[in-house]
């Protein structure tokens, strides 16, 4: 039972433009999300969070969007750089005494064109 | 470089050797986590230590599976009688007690059973 969906495997946008990232959610008790950038080789890298008492959090380029009701989040990046071309992993974990363990998507390949 | 890091980064073994990984966490980070990530898929949650104590373990972590962390400092993660089905990414996360729930991830090893 995937807890965490990443629907979308692939995504392509041209340098400059905003790149979206969807994420969808089925645990109710989840209530901390994070997203996760890795290149090939390395292990994932921390980009940006969001709880759940909180609709968006931006960081630079990057805004994290959270819709409960809906149990979805998305990932903004904007603009988007060739840097930025990777797997983008959505992950969420629950209060769970200490426990934060984290549930991961499938992931979503980024692709930004010059 | 002070990150989380993982020896050794591949390792390649015979079906039915006994195979053992090494994570050395961020010094002070007393919590920390085992992954597995196979193709196609986002790392799945093995176990969780804080300081020495094993307090979860995944129903993914079957008895061949042993990890340890002796003085709650670096941990290891010991495969019994690999199967080609162990073939994985093994990785490791930490994060401070007390801390958000942003795990640090490091390079992970590559594990490939023939």
């Known amino acids: 039972d995937q807890q965490v969906k990443q629907n979308s495997p692939s995504l392509s946008v041209q340098e400059g433009r905003i790149s979206i990232l969807n994420c969808d959610y089925t645990?109710?008790?989840?209530?901390?999300f994070l997203w996760y950038k890795k290149y090939p080789a390395e292990g994932p890298t921390f980009l940006i969070s969001?709880?759940?008492?909180?609709d968006k959090n931006e960081d630079g380029r990057f805004t994290v969007f959270l819709n409960k009701s809906a149990k979805h989040l998305s990932l903004h990046i904007v603009p988007s750089q060739p840097g930025d071309s990777a797997v983008y992993f959505c992950?969420?974990?629950?209060?769970?005494?200490?426990?934060?363990?984290?549930?991961f998507g499938t992931g979503t390949r980024l692709t930004i064109i010059p | 470089d002070t990150g989380v890091s993982q020896d050794p980064r591949h390792k390649i073994t015979k079906r039915g050797q006994n195979v053992t990984f090494r994570c050395d966490p961020i010094?002070?980070?007393?919590?920390l986590y085992w992954y597995r990530q196979t193709l196609g898929q986002g790392p799945e949650f093995l176990t969780y230590?804080?300081?020495?104590?094993?307090?979860?373990k995944s129903r993914l972590l079957s008895d061949r599976f042993s990890a340890e962390r002796p003085k709650g400092s670096f941990s290891t993660l010991e495969i019994q009688r690999t199967e080609q089905g162990d073939s994985a990414m093994y990785l490791c996360?930490?994060?401070?007690?007390?801390?958000?729930?942003?795990?640090?991830f490091g390079p992970g090893t590559r594990l490939t059973v023939l």
């Open positions: 992950a969420a974990s629950e209060e769970n005494f200490g426990n934060e363990k984290l549930t």
């Open positions: 645990n109710s008790m989840f209530d901390y």
């Open positions: 010094s002070e980070h007393n919590r």
């Open positions: 996360a930490s994060i401070p007690s007390g801390g958000a729930n942003e795990q640090f």
């Open positions: 230590f804080q300081n020495e104590a094993q307090l979860e």
């Open positions: 969001i709880s759940s008492i909180k």
